[in-house]
């Protein structure tokens, strides 16, 4: 990727405080101009750390970050081209809505003419038209958090960031918002970088994702691959519900795991290594015992609302989560169909880029036939 397509580069960035606590370790990726990007992980995992170094409100211990092809390492927060929303929005309270938008354009001496033109513009952009007048403490949560946006794109950033900016809204209202900004940045056409712990908000509003631990970045790619194609058990578990269980590959198109063999569509193993095997919940079909794949005892069952979560184990003791329309009875023996397909395996200590060159190669693969 050249520098014409990547808006944000970090090189070889690492951040230590005082402490001596290493909050990310050498990390290398670049943004892409006009997409939406997610930093998915746990407290702790230095998404927070990496929007801070963007941003400017923090330096690099060592390493090396690029904005529009140009390093800005010393480059002062207020001449960034990026705009940040925080998880608390900021707002003053003793501003109007329109005051609060027009804040940023008043500290540059924009004339007055101009800030109303690009106030009423980033409010239409938010749907508050209207709500110039309105005091803040008059605004619902969802209100506000599109005041914040609005503050945000009133600069007319090249990059806007967001922290956890849904965290204080109800379900309802995260998901009605989770809508709107995903369109809002399609209209928009900038990039967005939003940090979240919550993989199903995630899933549903980016473009890329990249999924951190420990200051590493575990995975990175399209939502529908990272679900699909996991790399590790941590990702595995932290991307949706998983079954993870401990297996071998005898040999390609052929693992084994629960005590019998099946057929998958993995190569490029060692014969019998040792690897893990993940089979979604969904992927999962409730038969009768002897037509399944596999036989489990039911031990628990809980309406969903759209499906029923059935935990049951097999004769090894794996523990098997299965989300199907049909019900099961606790204690019954059910058995559970998958096609080969649904197996994914992981390999134990595999890099990101050998995972890709392995995915890469089964492609190539199938077109070549």
């Known amino acids: 990727m050249n ?17 001596d606590l290493i909050v990310l370790d050498n990390v290398s990726f670049e943004i892409e101009r006009g997409k939406f990007y997610t930093l998915l992980g746990p407290s702790g995992c230095g998404k927070t750390t990496i929007l801070r170094l963007i941003a400017g409100f923090t330096e690099a211990s060592s390493g090396d ?13 207020n001449k960034r081209q990026v705009n940040t929303v925080f998880q608390d929005y900021a707002l003053f309270p003793h501003l109007n809505v329109f005051e609060n938008i027009a804040f940023g354009l008043r500290i540059k001496k924009v004339k007055n003419t101009e800030v109303k033109k690009r106030v009423s513009e980033a409010l239409r952009f938010v749907n508050l038209e209207g709500y110039e007048n309105r005091e803040i403490k008059e605004m619902s949560g969802g209100q506000r958090q599109r005041v914040a946006i609005a503050r945000a794109i009133v600069n007319q950033p090249e990059v806007i960031l967001l922290d956890e900016p849904l965290s204080a809204l109800d379900l309802k209202l995260r998901t009605e918002m989770q809508y709107e900004l995903r369109e809002l940045q399609r209209r928009l056409g900038i990039t967005f970088i939003f940090v979240t712990h919550d993989q199903e908000e995630a899933l549903a509003m980016s473009d890329e994702i990249f999924v951190l631990n420990k200051g590493h970045i575990q995975q990175s790619g399209a939502p529908t691959d990272i679900y699909d194609e996991p790399i590790n058990r941590f990702v595995a578990d932290f991307i949706g519900e998983s079954n993870i269980i401990p297996g071998s590959m005898v040999e390609d198109f052929v693992v084994e795991f629960a005590g019998e063999r099946f057929e998958c569509v993995d190569k490029g193993f060692d014969p019998n290594e040792k690897i893990e095997i993940v089979i979604r919940p969904e992927d999962l079909e409730i038969t009768d015992p002897e037509k399944g794949k596999i036989q489990v005892k039911v031990d628990s069952q809980l309406f969903r609302g759209v ?10 003791g794996n523990e098997w989560l299965v989300h199907s329309t049909k019900k099961a009875t606790v204690d019954e023996e059910i058995g559970l169909y998958f096609e080969p397909e649904a197996i994914h395996v992981m390999r134990f200590g595999e890099t990101e880029e050998e995972f890709d060159k392995r995915l890469e190669a089964y492609g190539d693969e199938t077109h070549a036939n």
């Open 65 to 77: 970050i690029y904005f529009n092809g140009k390093k800005i390492n010393s480059v002062p927060a």
């Open 307 to 316: 499906h029923y979560e059935i935990c049951g184990y097999d004769k090894d």
């Open 3 to 19: 520098d014409n397509q990547a808006i944000i580069r970090f090189e070889n960035v690492t951040k230590q405080y005082d402490n």
